[in-house]
């Protein structure tokens, strides 16, 4: 998910990030310094998280700015999936201790700040904010203490019933807006720190989320993608008791909604009503992400996954038998503890089966406060990497393939990119394909096109637009 997020970003590089943001006039810093930096690391509810941060601080007067050296106010929303992704934020929070004194406050956000609580002082003592992404619904008055002088402070309560709602959220991309529907998670899955850093599942009302669809409709979104990291365990905690592909229906029904995505689905809770809605309304995406992990019925058993590889292959049995095409992605972990060479002959043959459209593979990557963390028979690094090469490889075989099968369809794309070279866009189709392609038009960027597919790449097409 993690690559996912980076690559959607770089495409709209140069756009104006901060198109929906309110702009406010009264600043709380008592330095009178009231200039925040943000970046962001990990999955799209990170990315929207912080979307909903920057949101806050404009609402109290704060001014974003671009580099680390024109802030005052530092924030990292950080993950911590993988040990890698750890110690990339640790790293960064090296580089503070070039700066004197209190001339920044440091604050570290999100699933590393939870996993690690209080540590983060003692291993960076120069970061004043340590907040979990369960407490932000306290962010703004934790801000405030540190404004009054307060040398450090945390919000790592995972009780909090309250979803993160916030009345701004300056959103980064102005055609797709995040909406999160269901936020922790209830499984797991035993190589999983989400559970952890993220608390319990709990799911927004229906009514809420149509009212902020509205919202977002009239602020000129067309493409709504809803969130949760199981999001098709949604719900409904009002009256209504909405079913997720009621869900689905009613938010694509939304006046001037044209495009509903939703990620990532949980195969165990992945029904037949969720096909039928795609089928019935062509508003919903004909794309799934239904995370596999791993192709040998062993492995999942032992990662807690709650599903065999004969189930798993039924949902995508059931997928494939839809009347629209679905376009479906999956996430595999290689190289988890007792990890043999059948069962990856297993997960090679079932990437022949499913025949998805795209997958992100990792390498296992043990994580403190989860089941397997002390699992026996790890796998060395470099057989991992072998492992992770040949899933890789036969993916890439079997998307050339896919991928070559489109050339001369034609897709409606909606275009969020152009290149700086003149004529050249870029864009995704209701089914998540990126495609690049060129136009004698100018001003195509927000707008839905179609582009007929000229070449194909493995991870790409190429194409032109239809006029
Ligand atoms: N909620 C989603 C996944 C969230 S994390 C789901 O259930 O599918 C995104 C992906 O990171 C996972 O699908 C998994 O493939 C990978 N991942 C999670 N923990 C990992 C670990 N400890 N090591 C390696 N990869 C991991
Ligand atoms: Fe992690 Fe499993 Fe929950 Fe996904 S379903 S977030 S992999 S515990
Ligand atoms: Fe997302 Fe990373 Fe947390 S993937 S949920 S930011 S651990």
């Given at each position: 998910m993690t690559e996912r997020v980076d690559v959607h970003l770089d495409a709209l590089t140069g756009l104006n990030a901060g198109m929906n943001a309110r702009e406010s006039v009264s600043c709380g810093s008592a330095s009178g310094d009231n200039?925040?930096?943000?970046?962001?690391?990990?999955?799209?509810?990170?990315?929207?998280?912080?979307?909903?941060?920057?949101?806050?601080?404009?609402?109290?007067?704060?001014?974003?700015?671009?580099?680390?050296?024109?802030?005052?106010?530092?924030?990292?929303?950080?993950?911590?999936?993988?040990?890698k992704a750890a110690q990339k934020i640790y790293s960064r929070l090296g580089a503070y201790q070039k700066y004197p004194g209190d001339e920044k406050i440091i604050g570290v956000l999100g699933c590393l700040a939870q996993q690690e609580g209080e540590d983060i002082f003692e291993r960076s003592p120069?970061?004043?904010?340590?907040?979990?992404?369960?407490?932000?619904?306290?962010?703004?008055?934790?801000?405030?203490?540190?404004?009054?002088?307060?040398?450090?402070?945390?919000?790592?309560?995972?009780?909090?019933?309250?979803?993160?709602?916030?009345?701004?959220t300056r959103r980064d991309n102005p055609f797709r807006a995040y909406l999160t529907i269901i936020e922790g998670c209830d499984k797991a899955c035993s190589y999983c720190v989400v559970p952890f850093t993220r608390g319990p599942e709990r799911s927004r009302s229906s009514a809420s989320v149509l009212?902020?669809?509205?919202?977002?409709?009239?602020?000129?979104?067309?493409?709504?993608?809803?969130?949760?990291?199981?999001?098709?365990?949604?719900?409904?905690?009002?009256?209504?008791?909405?079913s997720f592909a009621e869900l689905l229906v009613e938010v694509a029904a939304v006046p001037g909604i044209r495009r509903v995505r939703f990620t990532t689905s949980h195969p165990r809770d992945f029904g037949r009503d969720i096909v039928e809605a795609i089928d019935a309304v062509p508003g919903l995406c004909d794309?799934?992400?239904?995370?596999?992990?791993?192709?040998?019925?062993?492995?999942?058993?032992?990662?807690?996954?709650?599903?065999?590889?004969?189930?798993?292959?039924?949902?995508?049995?059931?997928?494939?038998?839809?009347?629209?095409?679905?376009?479906?992605t999956s996430d595999i972990i290689v190289g988890f503890p007792g990890e043999t060479d059948e069962d990856v002959e297993e997960t090679l043959s079932l990437l022949d089966v499913a025949q998805y459209d795209g997958v992100y593979a990792f390498q296992y990557s043990p994580r403190p406060n989860t089941s397997a963390q002390h699992m026996p028979d790890a796998?060395?690094?470099?057989?991992?990497?072998?492992?992770?090469?040949?899933?890789?490889?036969?993916?890439?075989?079997?998307?050339?393939?896919?991928?070559?099968?489109?050339?001369?369809?034609?897709?409606?794309?909606?275009?969020?990119?152009?290149?700086?070279?003149?004529?050249?866009?870029?864009?995704?189709?209701?089914?998540?394909?990126?495609?690049?392609?060129?136009?004698?038009?100018?001003?195509?960027l927000g707008q839905y096109v179609q582009v007929r597919v000229t070449r194909s790449a493995p991870n790409s097409l190429v194409g032109e637009h239809v006029v």
């Open positions: 200039t925040f930096y943000l970046e962001t690391f990990g999955c799209q509810m990170n990315a929207h998280d912080s979307e909903k941060v920057a949101g806050v601080l404009l609402g109290r007067g704060y001014r974003q700015v671009e580099t680390i050296d024109a802030a005052r106010l530092v924030l990292y929303n950080t993950c911590s999936i993988r040990e120069w970061v004043r904010l340590v907040c979990g992404s369960a407490s932000y619904s306290k962010l703004p008055d934790l801000i405030e203490e540190l404004e009054r002088g307060n040398r450090r402070v945390m919000g790592l309560d995972k009780d909090t019933d309250a979803t993160f709602e916030t009345e701004i009212e902020e669809t509205r919202r977002l409709a009239d602020a000129g979104y067309s493409e709504i993608q809803l969130l949760g990291q199981t999001v098709n365990s949604y719900r409904d905690s009002s009256p209504r008791r909405m794309h799934i992400h239904l995370p596999v992990q791993s192709g040998s019925t062993r492995v999942l058993r032992s990662m807690l996954r709650t599903y065999t590889r004969e189930e798993y292959l039924e949902k995508i049995a059931m997928i494939r038998e839809a009347r629209r095409p679905i376009s479906v796998i060395p690094e470099e057989e991992k990497g072998r492992r992770l090469a040949r899933v890789l490889d036969r993916q890439r075989e079997i998307q050339i393939v896919r991928n070559e099968a489109l050339v001369g369809e034609t897709f409606e794309v909606l275009v969020d990119g152009a290149s700086r070279r003149a004529g050249q866009w870029a864009g995704h189709s209701s089914s998540n394909r990126i495609l690049n392609f060129t136009s004698p038009q100018p001003g195509l």
